[in-house]
């Protein structure tokens, strides 16, 4: 299903939703051509300012003013990390937190090729309680709490 299509500096861009994934396709566009539209949406739907954007991005204040006027190039690699960050800072928090940590959590166990009683041990609660958190069966408050703060944290540090 498209969501909408815009129209700017002669690139179509589609942006298609499927299971509240975005995906992005462009065609006839220069490296940079949507930057600038993409800060300004960032500006006001996040209500960020420029120098919060320069830290978000790591870039200094003139670095990015530079890339979103078109005076500087950007390599592909650096390209992607920004479109990841505004698109997780735009959309990434729709995900219900527990939704979202056990993705994470499969993620883990797939990649890390870790058991549930692995994990368990590693972020310290009960193979049963993972067991119950992942089926989303109700446990204890405390307890899901954890789960999710230390699986996002074990993600965070694996992936560094």
Known sequence: MVKYIKKCDGCDTRVEYRNHAKISLTTNASQFNN?????????ENCNLSYPQLSLIF???NNELENLVSCKANSTQNYDEKIQLKKDMLMFG???DAKERAVLLMNNLITDYLFST????????????????????????????????????????????
């Open 117 to 160: 009683e692995t994990l368990s041990k590693i972020i310290k609660v009960t193979e049963e309680e993972l067991i119950a958190f992942r089926q989303n069966q109700i446990i204890d408050r405390t307890v899901e709490i954890k789960i999710c703060v230390n699986i996002v944290m074990l993600h965070f540090v694996l992936r560094v």
């Open 58 to 60: 790591h870039l200094s």
């Open 35 to 43: 930057l600038k539209e993409d800060m300004q949406e960032l500006i």
């Open 93 to 95: 928090f729709e995900l």
